[in-house]
């Protein structure tokens, strides 16, 4: 498999993007809007990666903006953290989505999809240059680390990324939408601010 190194070509966030919005790496492309590249400052400390844009980000064409986006954005300042330094993006760029009436529902990636799209966050990861970057779920553990983990194992430790640099693991915020009873929402969701102000403290012991 082709790695980046980066590409030479390739020098900026700008260029990227304009390389990710020609990607037929995989067949996601086809079905998709658009490609939802990464956002935020160019040199961020702090990088979030999710698994991929939802029907709202295949829309508009920016990551996190919608119902799971929300409640990152709340949980990132009730952790303390400036959303304007934190640099989103996505294991997959494009909306992976099966029909159901006239809704267009989330598909998960399969291994060969987010493998492809690896050649991007490699690219995006070298140009930023996070100093710690926090996968959020599965698909983007996988994804940073290049292999399955459990979520409810590795959570909110400091482990090494394929690329050598510092991930820490915590959920996705799509999956507290999916809790029903108010309490499980409530305590899952303290769980996540406190997994996001611990990120926030290894960024200041790190300054």
Known sequence: MDHPTPDAA???L???????????????YRDATR????EGPAHARLMMVGEQPG????????????????VLDRAILE???????V???NAVKHFKWEPRGKRRLHKKPNAHEIERC?????????????????ALGATAAASLLGRSVTIGRVRGELLTGRDGEPVVVTIHPSYLLRLREKADKEREYARFVADLKACAAR?????
């Open 55 to 70: 029907d709202q980000e295949d829309l508009s064409g920016r990551p996190f903006v919608g119902p799971a986006g929300q």
């Open 118 to 134: 690896r050649w991007w966050n490699d690219i995006e990861r070298a140009l930023v240059r996070p100093q710690l970057v926090v």
């Open 14 to 28: 700008s260029a990227l993007r304009e390389a990710e919005a020609a990607c037929t790496r995989c067949p996601l």
């Open 35 to 38: 490609v939802v590249p990464g």
């Open 79 to 85: 952790a303390g953290i400036d959303r304007k330094t």
């Open 10 to 12: 390739i020098t900026s």
């Open 203 to 207: 960024l200041r012991q790190a300054a």
């Open 87 to 89: 640099f989103v993006t």
